[in-house]
């Protein structure tokens, strides 16, 4: 069975008077373990399509099965929750508290699974040693390079061992050379086995992934396989 399966997905929006179509029937399938990037111009359909793959909107007309599970038609608390349970976030503005640690950033989504604390703070100094910041534990956000806050990032992305990491313009805050090591690391974990899905409109970006899919007025102009 497939992770993700989108069939004849729509978003139509009112705006004013007018009827944005950001999406026209867009049917993709992703398996475990790929490592996709999303690739599109402003205004191609490319953040609609990773809001809906990442539960954050619902289709207008189509269906989504998310891991065997149809989201939709689900209301916002029932999305809440496929969110929580099925998919890592890593957005370019990093998202940290700043007065935390980056422990205590990377278990904040433990806490709210209602993990035990022993356990809570193990699984989350695995997560942060897998994204290599063992060093840094106990440093906050101010004390931290962008490189490190976005490892941190991911960190937090990865604790409950999603489903999907989907990232949204990951390295747009970062230097060149900082935002390639970023790119090494989504590399690795998905030389682990971990699904990626990376949205991003820089060219040299989408090459680090194995599969491309290209969006244009709300249609898929192209999807390449690439050669590990």
Sequence with gaps: MSLIHLEKISRRYQMGGEIIHALREVTLTVERGEYLAIMGPSGSGKSTLMNLIGCLDTPTSGTYILNGTN???MDDNQLAEVRNREIGFVFQTFNLL???NALHNVELPLIYSGMPAAERRAVAIEAIHSVGLGD???HKPNEMSGGQRQRVAIARALVN???ILLADEPTGNLDS????EIMALFEQLASQGNTIIVVTHE???ARHARRIVRIRDGLIASDERRAR
């Excluded at 050379?177 to 390639?180: D, I, L, N, P, R």
């Design 136 to 138: 840094r534990m106990t």
């Design 71 to 73: 989201v939709s038609d």
């Design 177 to 180: 050379k900082t935002g390639e």
């Design 98 to 100: 700043p007065r935390a």
């Design 203 to 205: 060219e040299d970006i």
């Design 161 to 163: 061992k999603p489903s």
